[in-house]
């Protein structure tokens, strides 16, 4: 029952913006650490960014390669995770993920990704 669902991404110019959602189903979405991740093309699947189970306004830590451009939030009415991303590079381009991202690490199931592209 472990399920997650990544929207939002598309084609966007450099210096452009977008932003992505996950909806989780099958966890206990508010009480887990939160991740979004991401695969470029001929690249390995790594972690961008993680929020913590305290809301919102909770504690967030950032990859080196994104801090200062992307946000991320969550919604724990809504079961939701979410990622503003600013200032989009060509570099930025990948499918995107969300998962568990606390000591507990990933769960098992991961969602299909939604793509973002970033045009050079």
């Known amino acids: 029952q472990v399920q997650f669902v990544e929207s939002g991404g598309g084609l966007v110019q450099p210096g452009g913006s977008l932003t992505l959602s996950c909806t989780t189903s099958g966890i206990l979405f508010k009480y887990y650490t939160m991740g979004w991740y991401r695969q470029g093309p001929g690249n390995q699947r790594e972690w961008v960014a993680s929020i913590l189970p305290s809301g919102n306004s909770g504690i967030t830590k950032y990859a080196d390669f994104v801090k200062g451009r992307f946000t991320i939030s969550r919604d724990n009415a809504k079961n939701t995770l979410t990622l503003q991303m600013n200032s989009l590079e060509p570099e930025d381009t990948a499918v995107y993920y969300c998962?568990?991202?606390?000591?507990?690490?990933?769960?098992?199931?991961w969602g299909q990704g939604t793509q973002v592209t970033v045009s050079s």
């Open positions: 998962n568990g991202a606390g000591q507990s690490g990933t769960f098992s199931v």
